[in-house]
């Protein structure tokens, strides 16, 4: 078994932290693999190294390196779990001693799956790499082994300051009225943003860094739900729909689902709305069964809702104001999870003039580049690693449509496809879903 | 000793075996489903109702079609060996049970049925046999050749391939040259199904498929052939959906 070769890092630990895990990590994973998810079991169990999976890698498709092979991961797991000599017909497991190499060598590849489960689509028994590759990043985290865009920047902040990009309520207050009157400005009409209103039916959570960075994607989802006359709210704290937890520990995924169930309890608000992004939507709506307070909560996508209202002929659109040649691309999480796929494209169909689809698109399409929290790991020489390898099939794919622009609907995917277009001085844009909606709406 | 030693192989192992096979297959699915399944983790797009998940999972698993969408040549070869070991095993299992299933099997079965499909039954399993030996030998060159599968192959790979064709060609090969009269086999079966083992037939390529069989049924319920199982639990978890 090849170990890590090449200069990339996703992962700033010392040498002294890979040998701590390795005399820890072994209990760990037996114990921690016994009682969570069933499906992880089933999957070590089940994998029969047929190689089906492998080619459909996009990260082995790039690079043909061992250490990216889907296989490669489950092996060095079962070696790590069984060891040398251990369980019934031990002998003919190949191990031996976990050395500090081998830890730095599964962390560096859990850290590089993208978490897309395309793997899975072509497995026959559906063996779960996103799962396990969850809970070996959640063991690891344990052990202090966790990337610091995800931990010390990410999940760490938004506990305590409610947000990940550490935004106040008065900063957040600012942004609600710069918003109101970029929209009256465009519109000709002024809207009112509610904030805080307690007894609203949806308690809308966006991604606080689209309101630095994609202000317009925001907007366009309120000015969408304010055409609807959707009674929503927005909240001047925990406004923060991201939960970094997800990618890497149970721990601060469900302190965080926590925050989020507490700000609706306050506003007593009936239903969770979440804004475009896939690993929200994702720890609100399968994670929060680990969290049981927030059962009692439907969570709903922006995009199930607005779909919704657009089937029942509410939303009145004119393609024609896009005219562009629209792509949309696929947000793994939102798509082989919570399993959105013909949402984002009726409305799509319904809102722009040209629409033009990935080959190969839906269930089957290829990840950004950065999934699973990468799209935010800038530390070391990761932002290479992202664009030259981990994004370089999604490049070439979006290229070969031809499309002026790529709507998607996750903040993560948009995060990584505008650093791409940054890299490869590419000339498409990359648009929310609800911004191109916003923009055919007929008044 | 030696005698021992054969009274072992003969009259205990064939029971010790079972014993191991029933207990560890029981002892792995209850290790399954003693873990919950906190979550639901869908794989979609999924089937709405369960009525659908079961004809789901009923589809893929009589057409493989998740093969076939990566490697044709790779599902035709999966296909056959699967249908093959299906009946292959079809074709045994009737051999050793049909003593408990029928009342008297050489007064019924053997008498009345049996002589009319005997020669078919033989070319059709011998066919079979064939057919599944060429596709393992495949599958052990693609495990080789193909540097993808080659780096992520274990030991255990091999050696449960090679296992299997060894025992395969050995089954072929008796069926093929007629080493043992089937009566003689028919009988020590029977004599075992019924609790009151008699001497097999003293043939050795005849006990050694019989010894290497047993060893694999030991094996399988650690072995990666524990997927029949797995299949459908598996199955059931990525296609029941959430929304």
């Known amino acids: ?443 | 000793m030696a005698n021992v030693l054969l009274d072992f192989l003969y009259f205990y192992l064939p029971y010790i075996t079972a014993l191991f096979f029933i207990i560890f297959s029981i002892y792995r699915l209850i290790s399954w489903f003693r873990v919950p399944m906190v979550i639901k983790w869908p794989l979609s797009p999924t089937p709405k109702t369960n009525r659908g998940i079961a004809a789901d999972i009923v589809k893929e698993l009589v057409t493989f079609r998740t093969i076939y969408k990566t490697d044709d040549v790779y599902w035709l070869a999966i296909f056959f060996l699967h249908i093959s070991f299906f009946f292959i095993l079809l074709h045994v299992v009737t051999f050793i049970f049909s003593s408990l299933l029928l009342p008297d099997p050489f007064l019924i079965f053997r008498g009345t049925i049996y002589p009319l499909i005997e020669d078919w039954l033989t070319v059709w399993t011998t066919f079979l046999g064939i057919i599944a030996a060429i596709i393992l030998i495949f599958i052990l060159l693609r495990r080789i050749l193909v540097k993808e599968v080659r780096e992520i192959t274990l030991l255990r790979d091999y050696f449960e391939l090679l296992l299997l064709l060894i025992i395969i060609t050995l089954g072929v090969y008796m069926r093929i040259f007629n080493v043992i009269p089937i009566e003689e086999a028919l009988k020590y079966f029977y004599s075992l199904a019924t609790l009151n083992p008699i001497k097999p037939p003293e043939n050795p390529i005849f006990i050694l498929h019989c010894i290497l069989a047993q060893l694999y049924i030991i094996y399988f319920p650690f072995s990666r052939c524990f997927h029949i199982f797995g299949y459908f639990v598996n199955g059931w978890i990525v296609r029941k959906g959430i929304k």
């Open chain 1, 1 to 443: 078994m090849k170990l890590l070769s090449d200069g990339y890092r996703a992962l700033s630990n010392k040498p002294e932290d890979y040998k701590r895990a390795a005399e820890n990590i072994r209990d760990l994973l037996r114990k921690e693999f016994k009682h969570k998810y069933r499906i992880i079991k089933t999957s070590l169990d089940l994998c029969t190294r047929c190689g089906l999976c492998v080619s459909h890698c996009f990260l082995y498709e790039t690079t043909g390196e061992e250490i990216y092979n889907p296989l490669y991961r489950i092996n060095l797991l079962r070696k790590i779990i069984h060891g040398k000599g251990r369980g019934v017909l031990g002998f003919l497991n190949v191990g031996d001693e976990i050395t500090p190499e081998e830890i730095e060598a599964l962390a560096e590849n859990i850290y590089r799956c993208n978490m897309c489960r395309r793997c899975s689509m072509f497995c026959p028994f559906r063996v779960d790499n996103a799962l396990i590759v969850r809970e070996v990043r959640d063991i690891l985290s344990r052990l202090n082994i966790a990337p610091r865009d995800l931990h010390e920047y990410g999940a760490l902040r938004q506990i305590k300051y409610g947000a990940v990009i550490s935004m106040n309520r008065a900063a957040f207050l600012d942004i609600v009225k710069f918003m109101e009157e970029e929209i009256a400005e465009k519109r000709g009409f002024k809207i009112e943003i509610p904030v805080d209103k307690k007894g609203a039916e949806y308690l809308l959570l966006n991604v606080a860094s689209d309101y630095i960075r994609l202000l317009e994607d925001v907007m366009g989802i309120i000015e969408v739900l304010d055409y609807l006359g959707v009674d929503y709210t927005l909240c001047s704290e925990f406004n923060d729909a991201s939960n970094y937890g997800v990618f890497y520990s149970d721990d601060y995924l469900s302190q965080i689902i926590r925050g989020h169930i507490e700000i609706a309890r306050k506003l007593e608000v009936k239903k969770i709305l979440v804004g475009e992004c896939g690993h929200a939507t994702l720890s609100l709506r399968v994670f929060k069964d680990i969290v049981p307070e927030a059962r009692e909560y439907e969570i709903i996508s922006i995009l199930e809702l607005t779909d919704e209202y657009l089937r029942r002929g509410k939303l009145n659109l004119d393609p024609t104001k896009n005219k562009e040649l629209v792509t949309y691309h696929d947000p793994c999480f939102l798509t082989r999870i919570i399993g959105l796929i013909e949402e984002p494209r009726r409305l799509l169909r319904a809102s722009v003039q040209n629409f033009i689809e990935m080959e190969p698109n839906r269930e089957l399409n290829y990840c950004c580049g950065g999934g699973g929290g990468i799209a935010v790991m800038y530390s070391n020489n990761f932002l290479e690693w992202r664009m030259k390898i981990s994004g370089k099939k999604k490049v070439e794919q979006i290229e070969k449509t031809g499309a002026d622009i790529v709507a998607t609907a996750c903040s993560n995917c948009k995060r990584q496809l505008k650093d791409l277009v940054y890299h490869y001085k590419a000339k498409w844009k990359v648009y929310g879903v609800h911004r191109l909606v916003a923009n055919a709406l007929v008044y």
